[in-house]
Each structure stands twice: as structure tokens, then as C-alpha cells.
């Protein structure tokens, strides 16, 4: 089936590590995006990508990183510096637009994955 | 800056009865516009889109609107069942430029029995 996955669904990490997260997609989506999300709060972006091998930062992207060596991967890393990592992290998928009014610029979801600090 | 309001930020409801959730944005130039249910702890999932020539859409018991003269647009839930309790995100997307969507910060929907 087509779609976007993310792992794990629960991640637990001590304090001073550096955690990835994956994010996958076989819907052959040129754009991909992590987003996190705190209790009560919006989406906020971390990091985006149009292209492989190319990626931009986004609001919060202090202690976060990312690498697109393929298309269909799209992994975030939560490093020690992100002083306060715990959240949902959402990975999104879409195609760029390609004209005005496109229709076909849906963000298709990951199920989550929940961090937790300890 | 682009933006995207919406309200209430929460709401609590009886099962069966209608209710409406409001967004207002300023993202310009405007492409297209999305409402989204996100249930918790899950990811978002697209309920209706509308391009600028569009009034009004469907999905089941779900109606959006869109007035883009005034960038406001609304969700109607109809009939409302326990399992409309969720997150509803309003999400804008520019046209011409960046692909970056804008979200809203979403209505919580609380149904009752």
C-alpha cells in the first residue's frame, strides 16, 4: 500500500543523547516534512525538503537535523542540544505545486512518534 | 506574514447536535485551502480542500465553506457522533512560490454522549 510511515511510535531517550527518527514514504513525493507538535499546540516546522540531497530549515530547527539521500527517506535527528525534545513529531509527504490553484498539494501524514525524555 | 486563525480553540458538543469551526487567514497569494481531523496521538488526515473558485465542499457530515474575499472559511459538522471527537486543523497553501502549507492551531472537538 501507498503511504508515509514513521518509526517507532514511541521513542524513549535519557538526557545528553542524540535520538533518529525515521520517515519513509513510497509515494514517490518530492517534498517532505517533519513537524513538531506540543500538547495543545499547533504544527510547528522543523525541517522541509523539495529535493534530494537538498533540505531548508524551518521555525524551530535549533537541535534538529535531517539528511535526504533518497527520495523516499526523510530521517530527523533530535540531538542533545534541542533543550526540550519531548513532543510528537509528525512527518509529512507531498508533491510541489505545479500550478496555480494546484489541488494535488495534500500533505499526507505519518502516524507520529511520540519522544519522550528521561 | 502568512497566517492562519481559528476558533474556538476547544469545544465540547452533544452527540447529535451540528456544530461550526471557524478559520480565518491572511496567506496570500491564496491556492488552496484544507481542513484536516486529526484524532489523538495519530496523524493529521485531509477531510475537504477548496481552490479559490470554490463555495463549498462536501465530505459526508462534513461541510466546508470558503469566502475568499473575506480569506474566511468554515466547517460545518453535522449530526455530530462520538467519533468526531478530534483535533480540526485549517491549513492554507500559497500558490506561485513556496509549497510550505500554513497550519492553523487546530479546534479541539470534544462529543458527548
Known amino acids: 500500500d501507498g503511504g508515509i510511515t514513521q518509526s517507532p511510535k514511541y521513542l524513549f531517550r535519557k538526557e545528553g543523547q542524540n535520538v533518529t527518527l525515521s520517515c519513509e514514504q513510497n509515494?514517490?513525493?518530492?517534498?517532505m516534512y517533519w513537524y513538531r507538535q506540543d500538547p495543545g499546540q499547533g504544527l510547528r516546522l522543523i525541517y522541509y525538503?523539495?529535493?534530494?540531497?537538498?533540505?531548508q530549515k524551518g521555525d524551530i530547527a535549533e537541535g534538529y537535523s535531517v539528511s535526504r539521500e533518497k527520495k523516499e527517506s526523510f530521517p530527523l535527528t533530535v540531538t542533545s542540544a534541542q533543550k526540550n525534545p519531548t513532543a510528537f513529531y509528525l512527518c509529512?509527504?507531498?508533491?510541489?505545486?505545479?500550478?496555480?490553484?494546484?489541488?494535488?498539494?495534500?500533505?499526507?501524514f505519518g502516524q507520529g512518534t511520540r519522544l519522550t525524555v528521561v | 506574514k502568512n497566517q492562519v486563525e481559528q476558533s474556538p480553540q476547544s469545544l465540547i458538543i452533544l452527540e447529535g447536535k451540528n456544530c461550526t469551526l471557524q478559520c480565518n487567514y491572511t496567506v496570500s497569494p491564496f491556492s488552496n485551502l484544507r481542513w484536516y481531523k486529526q484524532d489523538t496521538g495519530r496523524g493529521p488526515v485531509s477531510l475537504t480542500i477548496?481552490?479559490?473558485?470554490?463555495n463549498t465542499k462536501s465530505n459526508g457530515r462534513y461541510t466546508a465553506t470558503l469566502d475568499a474575499d473575506t480569506k474566511q472559511s468554515s466547517l460545518h459538522i453535522t449530526a455530530s457522533q462520538l467519533s468526531d471527537s478530534a483535533s480540526y486543523i485549517c491549513v492554507v497553501s500559497v500558490s506561485g512560490g513556496s509549497y510550505i502549507p500554513t497550519f492553523g492551531r487546530g479546534t479541539s472537538l470534544i462529543v458527548h454522549p
Open positions: 525538503s523539495q529535493i534530494v540531497n537538498d533540505f
Open positions: 509529512a509527504s507531498s508533491i510541489v505545486e505545479t500550478g496555480v490553484g494546484d489541488v494535488n498539494t495534500e500533505a499526507f
Open positions: 477548496m481552490t479559490f473558485s470554490e
Open positions: 509515494l514517490n513525493h518530492d517534498a
